[in-house]
């Protein structure tokens, strides 16, 4: 079992940033890919990045590429996603995610935190 805990959502203006962590506990952190994930009222939970075992590779969704950065720590077994240029539709409720595979599939990530709201005002 892995035990995920999100923290650092809130409310932002347009334009800004927040900075999302994510807190692992129970098996090896490093065994795991992290992926972030976001889902809005009446959607379905979409991909937002993912960050490899050791952190070497990341991916992100076309709508968040260039704004928003995952990094990770294995010591801290922490993951974290930097959201810069925050826009009215990144709003939703953000959750971290561990799976085995590099994977961007949502069915493929086990374990998962209970989310935080990020709301983005115009």
């Known amino acids: 079992q892995v035990q995920l805990v999100e923290s650092g959502g809130g409310l932002v203006q347009a334009g800004g940033s927040l900075r999302l962590s994510c807190a692992a506990s129970?098996?090896?952190?490093?065994?795991?890919?992290m992926g972030w994930f976001r889902q809005a009222p009446g959607k379905e939970r979409e991909f937002v990045g993912r960050i490899s075992w050791s952190g070497g590779r990341t991916y992100y969704a076309d709508s968040v590429k260039g704004r928003f950065t995952i990094s990770r720590d294995n010591d801290k077994n922490t993951v974290d996603l930097q959201m810069n240029s925050l826009k009215p539709e990144d709003t939703a409720v953000y959750h971290c995610?561990?799976?085995?595979?590099?994977?961007?599939?949502?069915?493929?990530?086990?374990?998962w935190g209970q989310g935080t709201q990020v709301t983005v005002s115009s």
């Open positions: 995610a561990a799976s085995r595979l590099l994977t961007t599939i949502v069915r493929y990530y086990a374990y």
């Open positions: 129970g098996r090896t952190f490093s065994d795991y890919v």
